[in-house]
T-cell receptor, first 107, second 115 residues
Framework: GIQVEQSPPDLILQEGANSTLRCNFS?????LQWFHQNPWGQLINLFYIPSGTKQNGRLSATTVATERYSLLYISSSQTTDSGVYFCAVDTGNQFYFGTGTSLTVIP | DTGVSQNPRHKITKRGQNVTFRCDPI?????LYWYRQTLGQGPEFLTY????????KSRLLSDRFSAERPKGSFSTLEIQRTEQGDSAMYLCASSFRGGTYNEQFFGPGTRLTVL
């Protein structure tokens, strides 16, 4: 199956800092989503972004499908941004998740 | 639209018992997915339905696992003769597949503990 790698695996930021999370995938995909998993395990949709760039408040994402990567930008981080961020790619038959980036934002 | 719901939220069982989980998708979503997530890992695909048809099953889905989606609405995931290795979070997601569009929305999950 397709390989999905996320980096960095762990990230600690001071509140107010910016960060970039990366998702690499090993084959062409139909779609890509970014999720934030909260401490209770709920996966919250951040972006549905098969290609191009989208922005939502302090978060933005870019997917370059031809080069098989996606980036999630978090600006002016807040403590509520803490949690695990996952990218998931859709091959048409199933979704494959990366192993996630664990983000801790300290005040 | 109340989102994807899953019941129960937590289940504790003894090894060897059977358990069944339920997922109610967002109404009018034609696809429903089941995943398993263990600590420190990303969700792993188990199976998915297009309406009532089960179209794909992971090799992770041993013969102790069975899933149904009668009438293309809610779905159930049953684990027979549970083992301690089945302890995990079981996640359900639904989507409306139209053309290449296929955005998933997840439920809160069912956390299974096998003693």
């Amino acid at each position: 199956g397709i390989q999905v790698e996320q980096s960095p695996p762990d990230l600690i930021l001071q509140e107010g800092a910016n960060s970039t999370l990366r998702c690499n995938f090993s084959d062409s995909v139909n779609n890509l989503q970014w999720f934030h998993q909260n401490p209770w395990g709920q996966l919250i949709n951040l972006f549905y972004i098969p290609s191009g760039t989208k922005q939502n408040g302090r978060l933005s994402a870019t997917t370059v499908a031809t080069e098989r990567y996606s980036l999630l930008y978090i600006s002016s981080s807040q403590t509520t941004d803490s949690g695990v961020y996952f990218c998931a790619v859709d091959t048409g038959n199933q979704f494959y998740f990366g192993t996630g980036t664990s983000l801790t934002v300290i005040p | 639209d109340t989102g994807v719901s899953q019941n129960p939220r937590h289940k504790i069982t003894k090894r060897g018992q059977n358990v069944t989980f339920r997922c109610d998708p967002i109404s009018e979503h034609n696809r429903l997915y089941w995943y398993r997530q263990t600590l420190g890992q990303g969700p792993e695909f188990l199976t998915y339905f297009q309406n009532e048809a089960q179209l794909e099953k992971s090799r992770l889905l041993s013969d102790r696992f069975s899933a149904e989606r009668p009438k293309g609405s809610f779905s159930t995931l049953e684990i027979q003769r549970t083992e301690q290795g089945d302890s995990a979070m079981y996640l359900c997601a639904s989507s409306f597949r139209g053309g290449t569009y296929n955005e998933q929305f997840f439920g809160p999950g069912t956390r299974l503990t096998v003693l």
